[in-house]
């Protein structure tokens, strides 16, 4: 049995073990919040239709926003009535869940809560990944390939316009190939940014042999985990990886506007910090108001020496932390892995079934990431009035269709899908 770049199995291992595949037992809350929020036993069956009632039509489209299950809307719900009766929180005590979610967090992801940091979106994390680097005004290239994610390549456009050489390279055969990173790395290289797994097809790199790669010509690497988090299992150490970040709203089954940056711990001394606001920090003395001890200066900051003294800035969601409060304990009770095993037969099954419509396959064979991908000239064009008439939704590009399935589909809904297409 062989494993992927995050550490999960191949698809073949996945196919011939997920049946024999148990649900993990729920983990202990370390959360100090009410009950109210417990999520469902792990041990329950999927699909999840107890959580995730309701949805209209068939949702096939959870890699762009995953749907609100009703453990983390009690969980807010809990929250904001405390906000209502106490414009603070009253007994809630933000303070400890922030505290609970990223120790959760970190633990997900098997790193040092002192490596993780909340920030308010992926992109947020990859512009301080660049900036904490001394880039653009230390020069030199920027690895990157055409499948990380759309958005990031305006920032990379940016940078090639501010002097730093970006090379940016193509897929074959639906991928990025190993020898075609080797080639483009140089001494001059000082980032190589990469999707773990990508929004475009669901390839998967294999993060070690890249950062291996990169640290060798001593560059560092970013990786955007927004599809890999909560959907296949992360070892940031396993990996090596220097910097990672994460949107919550996707697999993390979160909501928009909080997300999280992991740096690795024997970097920090060594980085500039990219932006200063206060939750970095850890000291701070006035000398400046009535009653204060006379000083030369008239206030004095010092940072925290962690992950949030290099990241952190103002305030973020707390109904963001609410919300992730429940999510976090329902992804690790049930296991990350079984999720995975249990979504890879409803992706083998569009992955035989949509070349026979004329869809022209983008995903390799070996993924086992949550997303699969099909090229079809003029996709949105043609198809969207036809999934919409059959209460079919996926993501549609101008020539691509990608779905990606979650705890609360099934077989069905692939054929639905099929269905609506034929």
């Known amino acids: 049995m062989t494993e992927t770049a995050n550490g999960g199995l191949t698809r073949r291992a996945y196919l011939a073990g997920a049946a024999a595949l148990p649900l993990a037992s729920g983990a202990a809350r370390a959360s100090t919040q009410p009950a109210a929020a417990e999520p469902a036993a792990a041990s329950s069956a999927l699909p999840d239709l107890t959580e995730f009632p309701g949805i209209e039509g068939t949702y096939l489209n959870s890699g762009s926003v995953h749907p609100v299950s009703q453990g983390a809307r009690r969980a807010v719900e809990t929250y904001l009535a405390s906000r209502s009766m106490n414009g603070e929180g009253g007994d809630y005590s933000i303070g400890r869940l922030r505290r609970s979610v990223l120790e959760r967090y970190a633990a997900m992801v098997n790193a040092d809560v002192s490596e993780v940091a909340y920030i308010t979106s992926t992109s947020a994390g990859e512009q301080m990944a660049v900036r904490c680097l001394g880039l653009p005004r230390r020069g030199g290239r920027i690895v990157t390939d055409v499948l990380h994610f759309f958005g990031s390549f305006h920032l990379y456009n940016e940078l090639e316009a501010a002097g730093m050489e970006v090379v940016i390279i193509p897929m074959r055969d639906n991928r990025i190939h190993l020898e075609d990173m080797a080639a483009a790395m140089t001494p001059d290289t000082r980032l190589v940014s990469i999707s773990a797994i990508s929004t475009i097809n669901g390839f998967q790199h294999d993060l070690a042999a890249v950062t291996e790669m990169a640290h060798a ?182 020539h691509r269709l990608r779905i990606s399935p979650s705890v609360f589909n099934s077989e069905a809904d692939i054929d639905r899908v099929l269905e609506a297409l034929s």
Do not use: C
């Open 217 to 398: 010509h001593g560059a560092h690497v970013y990786v955007d985990a927004v599809h890999a988090v909560g959907s296949v299992p992360v070892d940031v150490k396993a990996s090596g990886i220097d910097f990672m970040a994460n949107s919550s709203f996707k697999w993390m089954m979160g909501d928009m506007g909080l997300g999280f940056m992991y740096v690795r711990a024997d970097l920090i001394p060594q980085l500039e910090r990219p932006q200063a606001g206060y939750q970095q920090l850890a000291t701070f003395a006035s000398h400046a108001y009535p009653y204060d001890p006379p000083g030369d200066e008239p206030f004095e900051t010092g940072a925290r020496d962690d992950a949030t003294g290099l990241f952190a800035m103002g305030t973020y969601s707390n109904t963001g932390v609410a919300h992730l409060d429940w999510s976090i304990d329902y992804l690790t009770g049930r296991g990350v892995a079984n999720i995975q095993a249990w979504r890879q037969p409803l992706i083998e099954k569009a992955r035989r079934e949509m070349p026979r419509l004329g869809f022209e396959p983008l995903t390799p064979e070996d993924s086992t990431g949550p997303l699969i991908a099909w090229a079809r000239q003029n996709a949105r064009a043609d198809l969207h009035e036809r999934l919409q008439a059959a209460g079919v939704q996926v993501s549609l590009s101008w």
